[in-house]
């Protein structure tokens, strides 16, 4: 089995994976209650995150030491979320989020080259993908400041809130 660092420190933040107690369930679910209009127009797993019992499973799914996924903690607070998402042998999928409050200082682009770096040097992978909303302009500037390509759009790939949603397939492959 793989095993990835519980913490990787990037400087002015870090790269955490948490203990799933329910005293970080709850300070979780209190990020995302407070960004909860702000992640919701474009993440279609925010509106079923009400409860701490969601909240720690989804600490207990992706904190253990074989996935290579982490919160980002700036000054101990939870900034937002990093990881990859679905794998295989060949290909991996990232998937991220940063609270408001924390957009606009590069942080996302940094931890994205980090888990891509890891991705293709650690895990062995030859492709790594994002499968982003088409109106999600910000994201499409973290991926392409990454040296992520867009492959095309994928029309009404999925349900967002009861609308069909275009996305664009972004993907970097291992040199
Ligand atoms: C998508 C999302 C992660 C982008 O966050 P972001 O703050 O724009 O991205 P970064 O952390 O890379 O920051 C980039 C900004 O920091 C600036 N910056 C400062 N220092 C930087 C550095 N060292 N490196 C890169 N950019 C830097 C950039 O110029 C850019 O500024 P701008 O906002 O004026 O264009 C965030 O908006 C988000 O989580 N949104 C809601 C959920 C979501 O859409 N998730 C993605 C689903 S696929």
Redesign the pocket.
Known sequence: MKKFPRIIDMGDFRLVKLEPTAQNAERLLSVINA?RE??G???EWVDDYTTTDKTLANIEKSCGDDKCAYFIMVDGEIA?KIGFVDTDDNMGEI??????G???????????NKLTEMGFANMGLQRIQ????KQ?I??A??AL?CGYECEGILRKYFILRGQPRDMKMFSKVAE
């Open positions: 960004n702000f992640l127009e474009f993440l937002g998937s991220y989020w940063l609270a408001h924390f957009n606009g200082r590069g942080i996302m682009t940094r931890a994205l994002l499968t982003l909303d999600n910000r994201s500037a973290v400041r």
